[in-house]
C-alpha cells in the first residue's frame, strides 16, 4: 500500500486539496468493489491540527502532523493562495521535512501554484517545473534556478511532478494513478470524475501579459511601444536608437529583464492580438494575420501554433462562439 501525505499549508486552495483527496480516495473505492485490499494510504498532513484554507473561509483538519510522519511514499503540494513570499514565510517548517522524505525515498507532487513551496525546497533547481501561467514572471524572479515550463500540464522529473495551471492539477493526479494503480483504473477515475484524459498542453490558456516586473526603464518604454505598436514593422535598431543605446546592449537588458529576446516579445504580443480577433470577431484568418503586421501566411500560422499550441482556425473553433451562430 502506497502511502499518500497530502500537505495542509496555511493558505492552502482548498480545491486541489480536497479534489486530489477524493480521486485517490475513490481509487480504494474501486478496489474494495473489486474485493480487492485499497492501493493507497491517503492521509492530510499539517503543521497544526486545524488549518485555515482559501482565506480564512474553510477549516481543514489534518490526521497528522508532520512530526508524526516518519516515512511516506508520495507528498502532494496543493496550490496555495496569496502573496507567495508571505505564504512561503507561513509554511517554512514543512520544508525540512519535504526535503528529509524525498531524501529518503519519496516522491513529490506539486500542484499549480504549489510549485512555489515544492521550489523553496531547493529540490527543483536544474529541474523543469510547471504551476500557472498567472505566475511565471514572479515564479522566474524567485527560483531563477529552476526551468519554468508553462506550456506544460504536467512535469516528471525523477520523482518530481508538478502540473500547470488551476485545475490542470486533476491530469496530474490521474498521471499518478496511473503509475501506482495502471492504466485501467486511471482511465475509470477520469471516466467517473468526467476529467479529459492525456491533456499535455496548457498554451492555448495562455494569456501574455508582458514582463513588467522589473526595474529597467529603458526596456519597459521599448516593451510599451512594440505594445502600441505592434501592426507597425518594428526593428530592434529601431528600438535601440529610440533609447540611444547600442543594438547588443538592449538585446542583453531586454533578454535579463523580461525573459524573452526583442524578436520573441514583439511575437508573442502580436499573437497575443490575434487571439483576442479570433475569439471576439468574424474576420477570418488572412484579415487577422494583416491586421497584426504579417503578411508571411505561413510564418504567421508557424507562430501562432508554437504559441498557443493550436492553428488559428483550430483556436477561433475552441474559443469564438460567434462563428457557430
Given amino acids: 500500500m ?12 482548498l480545491g486541489s486539496l480536497e479534489g486530489s483527496r477524493q480521486l485517490f480516495s475513490q481509487v480504494n473505492e ?11 494510504d491517503v492521509k492530510l498532513i499539517g503543521l497544526s491540527k486545524e488549518t485555515l484554507v482559501s482565506g ?7 490526521d497528522l502532523l508532520i512530526e508524526d510522519v516518519k516515512k511516506t511514499d508520495l507528498i502532494i503540494i496543493p496550490a496555495i493562495d496569496g502573496e507567495m513570499q508571505s505564504a512561503l514565510e507561513k509554511n517554512r517548517d514543512f520544508v525540512p521535512w519535504i526535503v528529509k522524505q524525498y531524501n529518503q525515498g519519496a516522491e513529490i507532487a506539486s500542484l499549480c501554484l504549489g510549485a512555489f513551496l ?16 498567472l505566475a511565471e514572471n514572479d515564479f522566474k524572479r524567485m527560483f ?41 483504473i486511471a482511465v475509470l477515475s477520469a471516466k467517473v470524475f468526467a476529467i479529459e484524459l492525456d491533456r499535455e498542453s496548457q498554451l492555448s490558456f495562455t494569456i501574455f501579459q508582458g514582463q513588467k516586473g522589473h526595474e529597467d526603464e529603458s526596456v519597459k518604454k521599448v516593451q510599451e511601444y512594440i505594445e502600441n505598436n505592434f ?14 543605446l547600442g543594438r547588443r546592449n538592449l538585446e542583453r537588458r531586454f533578454k535579463k529583464a523580461t525573459s524573452n529576446t526583442i524578436v520573441e516579445y514583439i511575437q508573442r504580443v502580436k499573437m497575443e492580438a490575434a487571439k483576442v480577433s479570433l475569439e471576439s470577431s468574424r474576420e477570418n484568418v488572412n484579415e487577422v ?9 505561413k510564418a504567421f500560422r508557424t507562430t501562432f501554433k508554437r504559441i498557443t499550441g493550436l492553428s488559428p482556425i483550430q483556436y477561433r473553433s475552441k474559443y469564438n462562439r460567434s462563428i457557430m451562430a
Fill in 30 to 40: 474501486f478496489y474494495k468493489a473489486k474485493g480487492l485490499d485499497p492501493v493507497f
Fill in 289 to 297: 494575420m494583416y491586421k497584426v503586421g504579417y503578411t508571411d501566411n
Fill in 56 to 62: 480564512g473561509l474553510f477549516t481543514v483538519n489534518t
Fill in 118 to 133: 515544492l521550489a523553496s525546497t531547493g529540490l527543483l533547481n536544474g529541474r523543469k517545473c510547471a504551476t500557472h501561467w
Fill in 144 to 184: 531563477p534556478d529552476v526551468q519554468l515550463v508553462t506550456e506544460k500540464i504536467i512535469t516528471d522529473e525523477q520523482g518530481i511532478y508538478s502540473s500547470g495551471g488551476a485545475f490542470s492539477y486533476l491530469n496530474l493526479i490521474l498521471h499518478l494513478i496511473e503509475k501506482y494503480a495502471g492504466r485501467e
Fill in 231 to 244: 501592426s507597425e514593422k518594428i526593428t530592434i535598431d529601431q528600438l535601440a536608437d529610440m533609447q540611444a
Fill in 2 to 13: 502506497k502511502h499518500i501525505s497530502i500537505l495542509v499549508p496555511k493558505g492552502a486552495i
